[in-house]
């Protein structure tokens, strides 16, 4: 009887914890590997660019198709070293540095040419997605700028068992925390310590000349779906074989299950 008590508990534990760890997006069923195109399209118009914003542009547009347990950017947690780089320099390495680091919770990174003026839309072809990594988050620095970007995070590309022909998404700007910089072209100015990443828009505590069109929304990211492959899906960027840890979570639970069973018929 102590025996089983135990295990029922952990099972329970492990019920709770698996139900807390593992989105709903886990639970994507569409076959095969999906293939997309990707548009980010910027509005900075409305109300133009001040003065202050010498030479506006964006910085190439970056992102990936991931599971639901990898998060590149939080608003309201720090800015990870990647988002730090993106965000004030325009970089990208760094922000590939953490797909790869992230292993089988990314599937497929991807990046733009930047856009050399206020309105454009920076462009991506070739971008994979499976049932294991469903959703895409992209992102690009707004420049010139001390640490502001706009982003789009955790779109779902998948529908059940079916993938979504065509996704658009709001990209909403933010400050990154690191930069503690008031206008377009300020000098650098190291936020020590770093603050947490900030919503901007036209009433921001962090930004003196900020104005964006529509409040914070600067811009949209759309997704097309171009073609399917028959492919299980666990191949590319991360590797054959390799299956998000969300996976692992269901599995261990279905492994508690077949042991609460064998225990109670050993009772």
Known sequence: MFRFLAVLLTFSASV??????????????????????????????????????????????????????FTMYTPGMLASQGIKSMAEFGGTSSLFSEFRAAGADTRDGFSGSGVLQAQGTDTASGIKADRYHPLVSATSMIAPSPDWFSAARDINLCNNDTW??????????????????????ARDAVTNPPQVIELLSNTTTRSDDFKAHNGD???EVRFTLTSMRAESGQSGQLGAGSTSVCNYASAGLV???????ISVLSL
Do not use: K
Request: charged residues 5%; contains cysteine.
């Open 16 to 69: 709770t914890i698996s139900m807390a760890t593992t989105p709903a997006a886990c639970l994507c069923t569409a076959s095969g590997t999906a293939v997309y195109s990707v548009e980010m399209e910027f509005f900075w118009r409305s109300p133009p660019p001040p003065p202050s914003a010498q030479g506006p542009h964006w910085s190439a547009m970056v992102g990936t198709t991931h599971s639901p347990c």
């Open 164 to 185: 979504r022909q065509s996704v658009t998404a709001t990209l909403i700007s933010y400050d990154a925390g690191t930069d503690s910089g008031l206008t377009y072209n």
């Open 217 to 219: 929304i600067m811009g």
């Open 255 to 261: 492994s508690l299950a077949v042991l609460l069973v």
